[in-house]
């Protein structure tokens, strides 16, 4: 764990950074919820200071007075065990509280932390500052990528900032590398912070594969688009050609096809896809089929974090060929915290590596991000094996 006076720092630069992150925002696009996957900015702002209230202020301030009763209910994602909750898809209907509102909660429960841990806590409630600041780091991701769904689904497409840079062109040549079969050590080992699903250092043995040492990139990509690979059944799983059908999918999220020209959505706004940088916004379903394509596969988790000291990785979440599972000896912690991430492992896959919107201390060889194989929001992307 980082030292107690440091964690402090670390705690009032992070919920800083949050409220940057909204610095460009106009008021309007606090509230918007174009789909169920992406929460309003109002929303995260509430929720990750509902966090630090409802599991450290409420049990351990005694003369913490609450800001809101009815916020617990308005800012609770998806903890059964602390009470009711708005259902998600309706977090864009909540016009009230206002941001001001909001942004007063964020200074109101700021003060109280920051009150609390002038005094002497047990190492248990530092633990849990720690969690909840690396829970807000989570959201400030989501915020990048949500704020970016909610702009690029607007007609108008506007400019989030001109500050923000999606895409880094990896310079190096392009080859293989080799790991050798044998046994290798897999989960966080340090005394870093790091999650439950990290935990559980196991052995697993892998045959020997070629991993690439860098990133499918938008040309690559390109190509398998301009091939046909949306049209041709043979490259998907079953799933996911009924995904490519029920929902007309021709191409990455946020690419736009203009007078035959390919452009894309990002932060800086519509531009013309540049052919060198990795490609991002793809779903699971079209990194199997890119690579089935390829007559390649993608890594498991295990190759992936065997062979990622090889390889710089940081720009894209990437796609792994592993569900999301418990390691051996896995125990939820007990209470609410235990629903953080235990109750999620079924019908996803893993992601490793972190995003350019990743925060800095947020992401580390052993992290495992996981979604549902549809879903392609995030900054993620993928390499390949050749067994």
Request: negative net charge; contains cysteine; hydrophobic residues 40%.
């Amino acid at each position: 764990m980082i030292l107690t006076d440091s964690l402090v720092t670390f705690f009032l630069e992070t919920r800083a950074h949050t409220e940057n992150i909204c610095e460009p925002l106009e008021i309007e696009d606090y509230v918007v919820q174009p789909i169920v996957d992406v929460s309003p900015p109002k929303w995260h702002l509430g929720h990750t200071t509902w966090f630090f209230e409802e599991f450290i202020l409420k049990p351990h301030a005694n003369d913490y007075r609450i800001f809101n009763d009815d916020f617990s209910f308005v800012f609770n994602s998806y903890y059964e065990s602390v009470g009711k909750r708005v259902v998600r898809a309706d977090r864009g209907n909540l016009s009230r509280p206002s941001v001001k509102k909001v942004y007063e909660y964020r200074s109101h429960v700021t003060k109280a932390m920051t009150a609390l841990f002038e005094r002497e806590q047990p190492k248990a409630v530092w633990e849990l500052l720690e969690i909840g600041i690396h829970h807000e780091k989570q959201h400030q991701e989501l915020l990048l990528t949500d704020i970016k769904y909610i702009l690029g689904n607007n007609p108008l497409l506007p400019v989030y900032s001109d500050a923000f840079r999606e895409h880094v062109p990896e310079t190096q040549e392009a080859e293989w590398i080799n790991m050798d079969k044998g046994v290798y050590e897999i989960g966080h080992a340090s005394d870093a912070f790091c999650y439950d699903n990290e935990l559980g250092r196991h052995k697993v043995y892998l045959n020997a594969f070629n991993i690439a040492n860098k990133l499918v990139t938008n040309g690559e990509f390109m190509a398998f688009v301009l091939d046909g690979g949306y049209t041709r059944f043979d490259l998907w799983h079953a799933e996911g050609w009924d995904w490519v059908q029920k929902n007309g999918i021709t191409a990455p999220l946020y690419w736009h096809n203009i007078d035959g020209e390919w452009h894309h959505y990002t932060l800086l706004g519509l531009q013309k896809v540049p052919l060198e940088a990795q490609v991002t916004h793809i779903s699971y379903f079209e990194a199997f089929a890119f690579a089935q394509w390829k007559g390649s596969r993608l890594p498991t988790e295990f190759e992936w974090e065997s062979a990622q000291a090889h390889f710089n990785w940081g720009s894209r979440w990437e796609w792994t060929e592993s569900a999301y599972l418990p390691y051996p000896g896995y125990q939820k912690a007990a209470g609410a915290l235990g629903e953080y991430n235990g109750k999620f492992m079924v019908n996803q896959k893993v992601l490793r590596g972190g995003s350019v919107a990743t925060p800095i201390e947020h992401t580390r060889p052993t992290y495992r991000n996981f979604f549902q194989t549809d879903l392609r929001w995030q900054f993620t992307g993928f390499r390949l094996v050749q067994q």
